[in-house]
């Protein structure tokens, strides 16, 4: 009952409030002078007039309350960020440092290509530019190889204060709900849009704070699936929030018993003009609102492109040092390709069909680092671990193998030159893929498991044997008596 009062209330609230607000917005736009009317459509360019006030910032009182509020958010809720304390914190460093250096400390983030070409970057600068670095997000483009136009318009504001914007996965969500943008967010127009909308926005002051500010607002409140709209520093400039206000407002007149207000026909600043369902950024018909969804109606879900299915079979490979610490081999994959250059626990990728075959294709691939045959019934079989790439939807089937001193290969350091003995410590520190650890814990799981099987079967059988003695004594003791006892009464 309490609920449902205070429910009542924060209805009756809202719907003041917005009343309020639609008339302050009448008087606004009253007042508003035919010149100051001009200038706000100059900064929406390329854009058809009836989406100016809708899917753009047309208005330079609200890009500056915009850049405001997200700024003073920003310095005071920002992330500590582990890139933020550079390990190399020169150009210079960075060249010298080696690609198992940049893979090792890259270990874990995933597009493991980006670390070999932000130190590909740095060698060229150092090299071929006398270590000067471009400073514009054009220059970076042009001359460095692997950059981006979001890579180069990040560096440029942030590093050189560069007045442009940036436009990654955050910001494309930001921007959307913002100005209720529901195309296709990955079509070259809308694309094209969200670049001009980032541009426009950007503080000329502070563009790199900025820039990072839009990004940690989507990374931290404006989620993808459970965004933090009450927490948003910016939530007054958003269309789809406003939406959402707007659905709870007349759900409060259902619910109150009110008649339909006047406001409920007529569109206001918060619908697009273009009411035929022709508007290239709206929502698709087919595609329409959904009140249940709220601001993650935008953006956008686009279909992606199914992932391809792969099987590979991989074995942890153990020996005992000379300590009796266990190690493992782990090989390294080749220069290009997926993750290139890391490190792994020796694998082979299966073609279709052979999974039939699975374990002596695997052994037989080991080979190469036991040095000789390896009979199939020796691998022990861990279990599965699945993967998740950007394109590819892996499955590890796992096997163990302890290989025994006596064997060729194992008391060698280094079999290969693209294969060492390491240490779990060492393994852990060394440029392996997440892929990689959750293999390493799904065999020490099945090890520990196997040896608490061990010893609960080991103490069974003690058990066992220790019940079954004394019955046997008793057997034997009757046994006796008897015999005894004939023997000392031979006359009867």
């Known amino acids: 009952m309490v609920s449902a009062v205070l429910s009542l209330a924060m209805i009756k609230h809202r719907l003041s409030t917005c009343n309020k607000l639609r008339t302050q917005q009448n008087i606004a736009k009253k007042q508003k002078s035919p010149t100051k009317y001009e200038d706000d459509i100059t900064l929406s360019k390329e854009v058809p007039s009836q989406q100016c006030f809708f899917h753009t910032f047309s208005d330079a009182a609200e890009i500056k309350d ?41 270990s874990g983030l995933g597009y493991y290509s980006r670390g070999k070409r932000l130190q590909e970057g740095a060698r060229k600068v150092v090299s071929q530019m006398a270590g000067h670095m471009p400073r514009t997000a054009e220059e970076l483009q042009k001359l460095l190889p692997g ?24 910001v494309i969500r930001v921007l959307c709900r913002a100005r ?34 839009m990004m940690e607002l ?40 009110k ?11 918060e619908e697009c003009a273009t009411t035929t369902g022709s508007c290239s950024f709206c929502l698709p018909t087919s595609e329409p609102w959904d009140p249940s969804l709220g601001v993650a109606n935008f953006p956008r879900k686009v279909t992606k492109k199914k992932p391809r299915i792969e099987h ?69 079989h861990v279990g599965e671990v699945l993967h998740v790439f950007s394109h590819i939807r ?6 163990f193998l302890n290989l025994n001193k006596e064997e060729e290969n194992c008391d060698k350091e280094v079999e290969l030159p693209a294969s060492r003995w390491v240490t779990k410590t060492e393994f852990q520190s060394s440029a392996i893929s997440t892929a990689m650890k959750k293999i390493l814990k799904a065999y020490e799981a099945w090890s ?12 069974r059988d003690t058990l066992h044997a220790s019940h079954s003695k004394p019955e046997e004594a008793s057997v034997c003791k009757r046994q006796l008596s008897l015999d005894s006892f004939l023997a000392t009464n031979p006359k009867n």
């Open 259 to 269: 008649a339909a207000s006047k406001y409920s026909h007529l569109p206001d600043v």
């Open 147 to 170: 950059v981006g136009k979001y890579t180069a318009g990040a560096v440029a504001s942030i590093a050189f204060g560069q007045v442009t914007g940036v436009v990654d996965g955050n």
């Open 394 to 399: 892996k499955t590890y089937v796992i096997y």
């Open 312 to 380: 590979t079979a991989t074995c942890v490979l153990q020996r005992r040092s000379i300590g009796g610490e266990p190690e493992y081999l782990i090989v390294q994959r080749p220069s290009s390709g997926l993750l290139a250059g890391l490190w792994e626990f020796p694998s082979l990728l299966l073609e279709p069909g052979q999974e039939k075959q699975l374990k002596s294709a695997l052994a037989g691939h080991l080979q190469t680092w036991v040095g000789s045959d390896v009979a199939v019934r020796r691998l022990q």
């Open 448 to 459: 520990s498991k196997t040896s608490s099987d061990k010893v609960v079967k080991r103490k």
């Open 66 to 106: 915009f850049r405001k509020r997200l700024l003073t958010w920003y310095n005071k809720c920002k992330r500590d960020l582990p890139w933020r304390k550079m390990k190399w914190p020169t150009l210079q460093e960075l060249a010298k440092a080696s690609l198992e250096e940049v893979n090792e400390l890259w």
């Open 180 to 213: 209720a943008i529901g195309a296709d967010p990955t079509s070259s127009a809308v694309a094209d849009r969200l670049w001009a909308l980032a541009n426009s926005l950007v503080d000329p002051t502070h563009p790199g704070d900025f820039n990072q500010a």
């Open 218 to 257: 989507g990374a931290t409140v404006c989620t993808p699936k459970t965004p933090l709209c009450t927490e948003c520093p910016v939530k007054q400039h958003c269309r789809a929030y406003h939406r959402v206000e707007k659905d709870l407002v007349l759900s409060g007149e259902r619910l109150l018993g």
